[in-house]
């Protein structure tokens, strides 16, 4: 079974920084994706960032772009998740997750990941 296992949350002022991990197992990491999503108290939850581990391709949603940086370490079956220039509205509770067809999927859709880890919680205070 994929399980994954995300990390790194926390409180922090506006403008400062977070970094996240995901652990991953159970697949081959190399030839796989991982996504970021967020889901703030009453809002859905939305894609972040995406990466393809085995090309380094990303993916981000225009709210984060030039602010987050989705990367991948292949020794520590690993990925991050770096946020910088936090602001307010990034406060949410982020997954990672891993989608359930490598070849066909939409990395800002979470219907299109089938295996997520449980979540850790960010707030940015202003």
């Known amino acids: 079974d994929v399980q994954l296992q995300a990390s790194g949350g926390g409180l922090v002022q506006a403008g400062g920084s977070l970094r996240l991990s995901c652990v991953v197992s159970g697949f081959t990491f190399d030839d796989y994706a991982i996504g970021w999503f967020r889901q703030a108290p009453g809002k859905e939850r939305e894609g972040v960032s995406c990466?393809?581990?085995?090309?380094?391709?990303?993916y981000y949603a225009d709210s984060v772009k030039g602010r987050f940086t989705i990367s991948s370490d292949n020794a520590k079956n690993t990925v991050y998740l770096e946020m910088n220039s936090l602001k307010p509205e990034d406060t949410a509770v982020y997954y990672c997750?891993?989608?359930?067809?490598?070849?066909?999927?939409?990395?800002?859709?979470?219907?299109?990941?089938?295996?997520w880890g449980q979540g850790t919680l960010v707030t940015v205070s202003s």
């Open positions: 997750a891993a989608p359930r067809s490598y070849s066909d999927y939409d990395p800002s859709d979470p219907a299109d990941f089938g295996s």
């Open positions: 990466i393809i581990i085995s090309e380094g391709s990303t």
